[in-house]
């Protein structure tokens, strides 16, 4: 490597050969969990916020669980975002990945922004009592 080669470079580099160090140290880096665990999150060209909506919006991509789109959501809020923004990163990515990745999605973030989404539904469209 040349004392002129970019960061980017070497970064790029290393990921598409698979070096496993690099990647277990991307990986501990970027975590949703790791400034929990005292690690350093990455000194690269996005902050922390930006970094953690960005890490939100590929669990919704990718179709993550409730539990994964939650600690998304908690590292989001830890980074100073907002329960608009949190939504508008559902929104933003639509187009994206398609209405139906983030229908599908929808319930878990609103659970995880403390929203009471089958409250509200209930509420709004009450299910007809039934007689016997």
Same mark, same amino acid.
């Given at each position: 490597?040349?004392?002129?080669? +970019?960061?980017?470079?070497?970064?790029?580099?290393? !990921?598409?050969?698979?070096?496993?160090?690099? *990647?277990?140290?991307?990986? %501990?880096?970027?975590?949703?969990?790791?400034?929990?665990? /005292? !690690?350093?999150? /990455?000194?690269? @060209?996005?902050?922390? =916020?930006?970094?953690?909506?960005?890490?939100?919006?590929? !669990?919704?991509?990718? /179709?993550?669980?409730?539990?994964?789109?939650?600690? @998304?959501?908690? @590292?989001?809020?830890?980074? /100073? %975002?907002? +329960?608009?923004?949190? *939504?508008?990163?559902?929104?933003?990515?639509?187009?994206?990945?398609?209405?139906?990745?983030?229908?599908?999605? %929808?319930?878990?973030?609103?659970?995880?922004?403390? =929203?009471?989404?089958?409250?509200?539904?209930?509420?709004?469209?009450? *299910?007809? @009592?039934?007689?016997?």
């Amino acid at each position: 490597m040349t004392a002129e080669t +970019r960061e980017y470079e070497d970064a790029l580099r290393r !990921l598409a050969i698979d070096d496993e160090e690099f *990647v277990a140290l991307i990986l %501990a880096r970027y975590s949703a969990t790791s400034t929990a665990e /005292g !690690l350093e999150p /990455g000194h690269g @060209a996005i902050d922390d =916020y930006t970094r953690r909506l960005v890490a939100l919006a590929a !669990l919704i991509a990718v /179709g993550s669980g409730p539990t994964s789109i939650e600690a @998304a959501v908690s @590292a989001a809020f830890g980074a /100073g %975002a907002s +329960r608009d923004q949190i *939504v508008e990163v559902l929104l933003s990515i639509t187009p994206a990945v398609g209405a139906g990745r983030v229908v599908s999605c %929808a319930p878990a973030v609103a659970a995880a922004i403390g =929203y009471d989404l089958d409250a509200d539904l209930e509420q709004l469209h009450p *299910v007809a @009592a039934t007689s016997d």
